[in-house]
């Protein structure tokens, strides 16, 4: 099963006034992406963060799982926290570096 347009659409509305919030299909799922830095992982229609040190105290009683086959585990994030979920949003925003952008090699 893989997330659908109507949960990924409500997982950006959580996030609102989180900064610039969009999103991108890969892995078959969603990366949900704040300020053009990736945030959430969604897969299955279940909203995955990062186990990060930041986080620790925030989710506490978060469940954990694994977003796909072979991934580390991440922590679950109830998106229907509102608060929240707004407030792991800006915690990993301000700690998440922008991805930096790969040149393509040519081949000779």
Not at 57 to 68: I, T
Request: net charge neutral.
């Amino acid at each position: 099963m893989s997330t659908s347009l109507e949960f990924i659409e409500f997982v950006c509305d959580q996030s609102a006034d989180c900064g610039d919030i969009r999103y991108r299909k890969m892995f078959g799922d969603y990366m949900v992406y704040v300020n053009d830095k990736p945030i959430l992982l969604v897969c299955d229609n279940v909203v995955y963060v990062k186990k990060h040190e930041a986080l620790k105290d925030l989710l506490v009683n978060a469940q954990s799982g694994m977003p796909y086959k072979g991934s580390k585990e991440h922590d679950i994030l109830d998106i229907d926290n509102v608060q929240l979920s707004k407030q792991a949003v800006h915690i990993l925003e301000a700690i998440t570096p922008v991805p930096v952008k790969r040149k393509k090699k040519i081949e000779k």
